[in-house]
């Protein structure tokens, strides 16, 4: 009879969620692409992470000249950089943009 395989690092998979095409950058930057107004909450959980993690995300796409945010009230709201290459050296040739208009199927939203 042969054992189950131990899950990496001590947790299982989500049935139908072992992996996706894009990265955890990847979908938060769709969603502010989507709306520029998005409340954090909102991208942690439509990402499946915690809000830290989508804070650190943001940091990283901002110093990558990716997102910038600008305070409104209690409210922030974001703007994209879409005209920036993609990071990876396969991908170097395109820009966010046609990444974003890919998924989206559109232009991202212009926002700030």
């Given at each position: ?9 001590g947790r299982a998979a ?31 959980v439509a990402v499946g ?48 943009a046609a990444l974003l ?12």
């Open positions: 009879m042969r054992r189950a395989r131990p899950a990496a690092r989500p049935a139908g969620r072992a992996w996706t095409f894009l990265s955890n950058h990847g979908h938060v930057l769709v969603c502010i692409a989507s709306d520029p107004e998005v409340r954090l909450r909102d991208v942690a992470i915690t809000e830290r993690a989508v804070l650190k995300i943001l940091a990283d796409l901002a110093a990558a000249g990716i997102v910038e945010r600008r305070r409104e009230g209690r409210r922030n709201r974001y703007r994209l950089n879409a005209d920036q290459p993609l990071r990876h050296p396969l991908e170097a040739h395109r820009s966010v208009a890919m998924v989206l199927g559109r232009a991202p939203k212009r926002a700030c």
